[in-house]
């Protein structure tokens, strides 16, 4: 069972690998995700923003919501939902299923088990070292594509290069320079932890 994996790496770790290369690539649209901090914010304008400030006498993180900045076509009052990557796979539990939906997936190339067994599908969303204006709430962040041309081609031919190129665009600019991003995180109440 996963949830992440390390897209700087995906390629070099042969499940992984064999996921991508057998086309179990696939998208996440979501409003936004959660990350947790120890760490205050920085101040405004403060060029130093990766060093930690301890939460005063809180022990608990507190958590902010990640989304779009850009708003949809259809109404501004929704943001645009954010495309993560991901790869996904169907495991067999070697559990005995009645349940008829047990016998819709059969997969006999990679699994030669008896098609009664529980079939279950998980998935990984890939990470990549985050944004550095946010990387002082969180280390990692997930990968984010912006581009519909480049969210189709991770799902019909993904490649090392592609998911740098990508990686690429949620970081920096063609100049070398963070990118401006159309992300945002704003705080939220401690009480969904």
Partial sequence: KLFNARSETVYEKKS????????????????????????????????KAMLPRSLSG???KQPYFFHSK?????????????LLAGIWSSVRTGRHCANTHCHEAKDATTY?????????????????DAHPKYSWIH??????????????????????????RIRN??????????NSLPLEAYPVTKKIS
């Avoid at 949809?72 to 939902?81: A, G, I, L």
């Avoid at 030669?112 to 990549?128: G, K, Q, V």
């Avoid at 041309?149 to 799902?155: F, I, T, V």
């Avoid at 665009?169 to 963070?178: A, E, I, Q």
């Fill in 169 to 178: 665009l949620s970081t920096y600019d063609s100049r070398g320079h963070s």
């Fill in 16 to 47: 992984f690998a064999n996921l991508i290369l057998n086309g179990q690539t696939c998208l996440f649209s979501v409003e936004g995700y959660y990350e947790w901090t120890y760490n205050k914010p920085p101040p405004a304008g403060d060029k």
């Fill in 112 to 128: 030669n088990h008896d098609s009664s067994d529980e079939l279950i599908t998980t998935f990984a969303i890939l990470t990549m």
């Fill in 58 to 60: 809180d022990k608990r």
């Fill in 139 to 164: 280390d990692r962040q997930p990968v984010i594509i912006w581009d519909a041309s480049m969210a189709l081609e991770w799902l019909m031919n993904p490649s090392p290069d592609l998911l740098e």
């Fill in 70 to 82: 850009e708003r949809t076509q259809q109404t501004t009052s929704r943001n645009k939902p954010l």
